[in-house]
């Protein structure tokens, strides 16, 4: 099922400028949330991050992050990857085979020849919850392949 929304076409100010409102110029268009977020439907998918080692980059406790199997990763992405069994978001360091943190709390986490590493996919997008986030009782992502796709 495809969700079209109202879109409003332009940026908000976060201020208070005391001019008339410039909305009354614009008229909503239609936007669906998965055309403008998700580049290849088939290999993406929707994960929940869970703590704030990501808080630097403006990944939260809680944020729904999108996530793209089919990009290859780059240098200083944000991935989710399977480190020796241990699925986590991180940024990736390619030139110095590092796992960086997105806080200042945590060191970085070489990569090392002995250990069982893949990156699961990029993270494109995340989407922050300003309430609370209810998801159904039980659900059915299917299986999802943490083996390297590429």
């Known amino acids: 099922m495809v969700l079209i929304m109202k879109f409003f076409p332009m940026p908000i100010s976060c201020g208070i400028g005391g001019f008339e409102?410039?909305?009354k110029e614009y008229a909503q268009i239609e936007l669906s949330l998965d055309e403008f977020l998700v580049i290849h439907?088939?290999?993406t998918f929707l994960t929940l991050i869970?703590?704030?080692d990501m808080v630097n980059i403006g990944i939260h406790n809680h944020d729904i992050a999108i996530v793209d199997r089919d990009i290859t990763a780059r240098h200083r992405d944000v991935v989710i990857i399977n480190l020796n069994g241990d699925i986590s978001c991180k940024i990736l360091d390619a030139e110095r085979r590092l796992l960086l943190s997105g806080s200042n709390d945590n060191k970085p986490i070489p990569i090392n020849e002995s250990?069982?590493?893949v990156i699961i996919g990029v993270v494109t997008s995340s989407i922050r919850c300003f309430k609370p986030l209810t998801l159904p009782s039980?659900?059915?992502i299917g299986p999802v392949d943490t083996s390297n796709h590429a």
Do not use: L
């Open 50 to 52: 869970d703590g704030n």
């Open 115 to 117: 250990d069982e590493f």
């Open 41 to 43: 439907p088939s290999t």
């Open 21 to 23: 409102s410039a909305a």
């Open 138 to 140: 039980k659900v059915d």
